[in-house]
């Protein structure tokens, strides 16, 4: 086992001259072989996530590594398998409970909100609920309104829970080790649309720590918050709108409790402007917390009002041309920021 | 199976520990002094107390809304349990659950609940990771019969059947989930009968008979501990008052069911049988009961006194570390 320390992508770069690539699922799957070699407590149960390698390749080479007691198939019953990892981590367990499509947590929500997220604090701090959950998000490919969702506002509102959501290769395995050296529930949230995307991934050991926001680029006139998948489309507009003279300073929180506001409101200061592009709905939604914040503690840092770009409110179609529609687009982000600047993109 | 007077003791203590600290319970509730609402177990404590008996003070438990006999029965203590009803911090979640959030996990016990299944899964869970770990604890759950018809406990028992999960499933069927009795809210009344649907052992005991529920939990709880998996166990009974304090638990029940199972009474009986068998002397129980009357009047002191937690915890432990 290598040094463990935190550090950030850029920092590790430079001490490492690492470049290895990996995708988003085997930056998943390298972050559990490493916590479970390391911790015999930790056990992980889920729909196909066995032999088969799990429906995104998420537990790839686990269960022929770990066995059939430490990589446990599940039936489908999201609510059973989910109680069931919550009881075991108050017995000692770390649990990782894969959930696989974010839509079916709600099977389970009443587990993880009425039981997971309050008992340490209402057995008086002497037990600890170290449970991870993980489910895949988003919209892809035209799963329709079953299996597209990206429901974690609700998490963040909830006290007790840790909710990270990762965007990138290299959170992803920073994070998820996290999370397995957590002592406190967390829900671990990826999005579909991500998992075959590649990125850096060092060999050397590293953690990333709960709370703390990455700014993917620099810029001056406007801050772009995005979260999870959204993140790429941020950056894939930020550049054609440097293009046209607008330079986007563009955030990733990374983890939505902790949530780091810090690293927006210094930014805000600096451009003056915000923007918050989520693919989930904008009402009680993550990008409606967000505005909060800053309308609440960087008022007077505005120059212009707070903008949201989020999933259009409908259900998500089926239909690719009303999907694309109902999920920000690029384009649309384009547009939208350039209106800001009275300039029609 | 004839009991040791050992035994009978233990028993009858356990019992009236239990029967005297619901009322005692119910007596601070009607002075006011009580916050929140109490579900008590009065009638049924045979069935925690046998239950307990059969484990060892690691194995775990999981419990419900009616779940001041299961704390007690498992080991916490009857100062901890009532002060926690209290709110108070001497409380053994330091006031922040109350009665429907007990805790000790000293004692294995993980926790009363506010909802109704999710002790089953809970259970199952602890279970699960007593199975991983191979640590040869077993995990007890108990539930009501308006447990049953829920979709959680479709899901625990299938789950612990398949994986043979060192865990018994306790079901208390008092004939009432609140006030909805049990043959309005299920075709098949006979919950013993649903672990066939499960391939897994089915056992109606008399709730009321703490020999009978020591015996029968003594068989699913060594089969637990064997591997051979989990076991549903159906104990009859009847809680003598309302679903909560504050509900007489009349309007739904008639006068005649209840007293004919208030003179079902598992005190009562293991006392008559005790006698009857000449394992003990009256004189002997007399001794017991003065020996609670003490420990639950202790109790109830320690509570009062215990000052409510300051404010500036209120946010303590929401997470750890």
Redesign the interface.
């Known amino acids: 086992m290598g040094v463990t320390k935190t550090t950030t992508e850029a920092e590790v770069k430079q001490t490492t001259g690492d470049q290895r690539i990996i995708s988003y699922a085997e930056a998943g799957v390298e972050a559990l072989r490493e916590e479970m070699r390391r911790n015999p407590?930790i056990?992980y149960m889920g729909q196909g996530i066995g032999p088969r390698g799990g429906n995104f390749q998420q537990s790839r080479g686990l269960w022929k590594e770990f066995g059939e007691?430490?990589v446990?198939d599940?039936?489908i019953?999201e609510?059973?398998?989910?109680?069931?990892?919550?009881?075991?981590?108050?017995?000692?367990?770390h649990?990782v409970v894969d959930i696989v499509f974010l839509d079916f947590v709600l099977e389970a929500i009443?587990?993880i909100i009425?039981?997971a997220s309050?008992?340490?604090?209402?057995?008086?701090?002497?037990?600890?609920v170290p449970v991870v959950v993980r489910a895949a998000g988003g919209g892809v490919r035209s799963t329709g309104p079953h299996h597209s969702h990206t429901f974690y506002s609700f998490f963040m509102h909830i006290?007790?829970l840790?909710v990270a959501l990762p965007s990138a290769p290299f959170d992803v395995k920073g994070l998820l080790k996290t999370a397995l050296r957590e002592?406190?529930p967390v829900v671990f949230i990826e999005h579909k649309g991500l998992y075959n995307t590649t990125g850096h991934v060092p060999e050397e050991e590293y953690l990333i720590p709960f709370g703390k926001a990455v700014i993917r680029r620099p810029g001056e006139h406007v801050t772009l918050v995005a979260l999870s998948l959204m993140v790429n489309k941020a950056m894939q507009a930020a550049a054609r709108l440097e293009k046209e003279g607008i330079s986007v300073e563009v955030i990733d929180p990374r983890t939505l409790a902790p949530f780091d506001k810090d690293t927006i409101l210094a930014s805000v200061a600096k451009t003056g402007r915000l923007v918050i592009l989520d693919e989930a709905y904008a009402a009680c939604g993550v990008s409606a917390e967000i505005a909060a914040i800053v309308a609440s503690e960087g008022l007077f840092e505005l120059d212009a009002p707070i903008h949201r770009i989020c999933c259009l409110p409908a259900p998500h179609a089926f239909s690719p041309s009303l999907d694309n529609y109902l999920i920000p687009s690029v384009d649309r982000v384009v547009s939208e920021i350039g209106a800001m600047f009275e300039k029609k993109l | 199976m004839k009991p040791s007077t050992e035994m009978i003791f233990s028993f009858y203590r356990g019992m009236v520990e239990i029967r005297e600290f619901e009322l005692k319970a119910r007596e601070i509730f009607r002075s006011g002094k009580m916050p929140g609402f109490i579900h008590v177990y009065i009638g049924e404590e045979a069935i925690a107390t046998g239950i307990c008996a059969q484990l060892k003070k690691d194995d775990?438990v999981?419990s419900t809304h009616r779940g001041h006999g299961h704390a007690l029965a498992k080991g916490v203590s009857a100062r901890a349990v009532m002060a926690e009803l209290m709110g108070a911090v001497g409380?053994?979640?330091?006031?922040?659950?109350?009665t429907m959030?007990l805790?000790?996990?000293s004692v294995g016990f993980?926790?009363s609940?506010?909802?109704v299944p999710?002790g089953?899964?809970?259970?199952?869970?602890?279970?699960?990771?007593?199975?991983?770990?191979r640590s040869g604890?077993v995990?007890v759950a108990f539930f009501g019969d308006g447990a049953v018809n829920n979709?959680?406990f479709h899901?625990?028992l299938?789950?612990a059947a398949?994986?043979n999960l060192p865990v018994v499933f306790v079901c208390e069927n008092n004939l009432y989930a609140t006030e909805m009795p049990f043959e309005q809210a299920t075709k098949n009344t006979n919950v013993a009968s649903r672990a066939a649907a499960y391939k897994i052992p089915g056992v109606q005991v008399d709730g009321n008979d703490v020999l009978d529920v020591y015996e029968k939990a003594g068989e699913a709880i060594a089969r637990a501990r064997k591997g051979e998996g989990p076991t549903l166990l159906e104990c009859l009974t009847y809680r003598w008052y309302g679903h909560h304090e504050g509900d007489p638990g009349t309007s739904y029940r008639t006068k005649e069911e209840i007293a004919r199972w208030k003179a079902n009474d598992p005190v009562q009986r293991l006392r008559d049988y005790a006698i009857r068998e000449s394992l003990v002397s009256p004189e002997d129980f007399k001794k017991i009961d003065r020996d609670v009357e003490r420990v639950i009047q202790d109790c109830a002191e320690f509570a009062i006194a215990s000052p409510q937690p300051d404010i500036s915890t209120a946010l303590?432990?929401?997470?750890?570390?």
């Open positions: 407590k056990f007691s430490r446990r599940t039936p019953a609510r059973g398998q989910t109680g069931l990892g919550i009881g075991a981590a108050l017995a000692g367990s649990p009443c587990e009425q039981q309050t008992i340490h604090y209402i057995s008086d701090g002497t037990i600890k006290p007790g840790k002592e406190n | 775990y999981a409380g053994c979640s330091g006031g922040r659950g109350g959030h805790y000790d996990p993980l926790g609940n506010g909802v999710p089953i899964l809970i259970a199952a869970g602890a279970a699960l990771s007593a199975q991983v770990r604890q995990a979709g959680a899901e625990g299938n789950l398949t994986w303590d432990h929401v997470f750890s570390n």
